[in-house]
C-alpha cells in the first residue's frame, strides 16, 4: 500500500509539472515569415519572425510637423515570453508590440521629441497580420525647380537654383534648355544653358547666356519624394565677371565620425573599448560653429559640447571618457539643426 501511494503520489507531482509545461507552451507563438499590417494613420509597416526573432522591421512615421520618415535599421530583436518586443531604430523612434494570437499582433509606433530640430513626440497604434507587404511605390526622384515656391520636377527644362536676396540683389541667374544625360541615380548631369544677367547703377544691364554643365547630388528624402539638395555649375563660354565661371548651391558637407581615441590618425569605428573615444568633425563648405551630443545606452541623459568652431576644410576631435558599455549615438548639430549621426558600442 505504501508503495501504491509513493507511485500515485509521483503520478500527481508529473501531471502537475507536465501541466505547468502545457501551460508555458500554450503562450502564444508567432508564425514564422513576413507580417505586414499598417498604422492608425495609414502608413506601412512590415517584419519578419524568424526563430523567435522579430528581424528587419520597417515602419513609416510622421515625426510631428517634421514630415514622413522611414526606418531604415536592418537587425533583429527577441520576442520574450509574453510576446512582446520592441525595435529601436537608430535615429530614435521604435515600434513595440505583442502578440495575442499566432497570426495577430497589436502595437504603437513611436517617435520620441527632440528639440533639435523641434520635433513634437508621436504616438500611434498598429495592427499587423502574417501576410506578403503590398508593393509600396518607390520614391520619385525630384529636384527644386523654384526656391522661392519650392516646386519639384524631374527631369526639368529650367532650374533657378536660388531666392534671389541670397545671392545678390543686383542679379538674375538661371539654367535653361536643360537635356539630362541621367537622372534619378546618386548623380544627375545635364547641359543647357545659363542666363546672366547683371543691373548696374546707371541703369544699363549686362546679359549673357553661356553653356553650362550641371551636377545634382545628395538625395535627400522629404515625403513621398527623393530631392536633389546639392547643385554643381559650371559655364563654358563669355561669363559676365560679375559672375563665377563655376559654383555650387545647397547645404554645406560635414564630415563626421566617431573613432576609438582622439587621435587624428584614429579610422573610423563602430565598436570601441571602454576609455576615450574621439568624436570628429568637418566642414568642406564654410566655417562653423557645431554641437556635438552623445546619448547614452538608457537614454536618460546626453552630454553636449556647444560652441566649437570648425574652419573649413580642417578635421576636428573632441573627445569623452565612456566607461559605460552599451549602445551611444553621437549626434552632430550646426546652427540648431541636426547635420548627422553615428551609432557605436562601448564593450570590454
Not at 128 to 133: F, K, L, N, S
Not at 308 to 319: H, I, M, N, P, S
Amino acid at each position: 500500500m505504501r508503495l501504491v501511494g509513493i507511485l500515485m503520489a509521483a503520478v500527481a507531482l508529473l501531471s502537475m509539472s507536465g501541466g505547468a509545461g502545457d501551460a508555458r507552451a500554450a503562450g502564444v507563438v508567432p508564425v514564422e515569415g513576413i507580417w505586414t499590417g499598417e498604422t492608425q494613420a495609414g502608413l506601412p509597416v512590415s517584419f519578419e519572425v524568424k526563430e523567435g526573432q522579430v528581424v528587419n522591421a520597417r515602419f513609416r512615421f510622421r515625426w510631428g510637423f517634421c514630415e514622413t520618415f522611414d526606418s531604415a535599421e536592418p537587425k533583429s530583436t527577441p520576442i520574450d515570453a509574453s510576446g512582446s518586443w520592441k525595435y529601436l531604430d537608430i535615429h530614435g523612434p521604435w515600434m513595440q508590440g505583442t502578440f495575442a494570437a499566432p497570426d495577430r499582433v497589436s502595437g504603437t509606433v513611436v517617435a520620441p521629441s527632440r528639440s533639435t530640430p523641434g520635433c513634437p513626440l508621436s504616438e500611434v497604434t498598429f495592427v499587423a497580420a502574417p501576410g506578403a507587404p503590398a508593393p509600396v511605390a518607390e520614391p520619385k526622384v525630384r529636384v527644386v525647380v523654384e526656391p522661392v515656391t519650392g516646386a519639384l520636377a524631374e527631369r526639368p527644362s529650367k532650374i533657378s537654383p536660388y531666392e534671389k536676396f541670397e545671392f545678390e540683389a543686383t542679379s538674375d541667374l538661371y539654367f535653361y534648355a536643360l537635356e539630362w544625360q541621367s537622372f534619378g541615380g546618386p548623380v544627375a548631369r545635364a547641359t543647357g544653358r545659363g542666363y546672366t544677367r547683371w543691373y548696374f547703377l546707371n541703369g544699363g544691364k549686362e546679359v549673357k547666356r553661356p553653356h553650362v554643365t550641371l551636377r545634382l547630388s545628395r538625395l535627400v528624402r522629404r515625403g513621398a519624394n527623393l530631392v536633389y539638395t546639392r547643385l554643381h555649375f559650371a559655364f563654358d563660354g563669355s561669363v559676365s565677371p560679375h559672375f563665377p565661371r563655376e559654383g555650387s548651391f545647397g547645404p554645406p558637407i560635414y564630415r563626421h565620425y566617431v573613432a576609438c581615441g582622439p587621435s587624428p590618425e584614429a579610422r573610423p569605428f563602430h565598436v570601441c573599448p571602454p576609455g576615450k573615444t574621439g568624436f570628429f568633425f568637418e566642414s568642406s563648405a564654410e566655417t562653423v560653429d557645431y554641437t556635438v551630443c552623445v546619448t547614452p545606452p538608457d537614454r536618460r541623459k546626453r552630454e553636449c559640447g556647444r560652441g566649437f568652431e570648425a574652419e573649413k576644410g580642417e578635421l576636428y576631435t573632441d573627445f569623452l571618457d565612456l566607461r559605460t558599455t552599451g549602445r551611444h549615438l553621437a549626434t552632430w548639430y550646426v546652427k540648431g539643426e541636426k547635420v548627422g549621426s553615428f551609432a557605436f558600442r562601448i564593450a570590454e
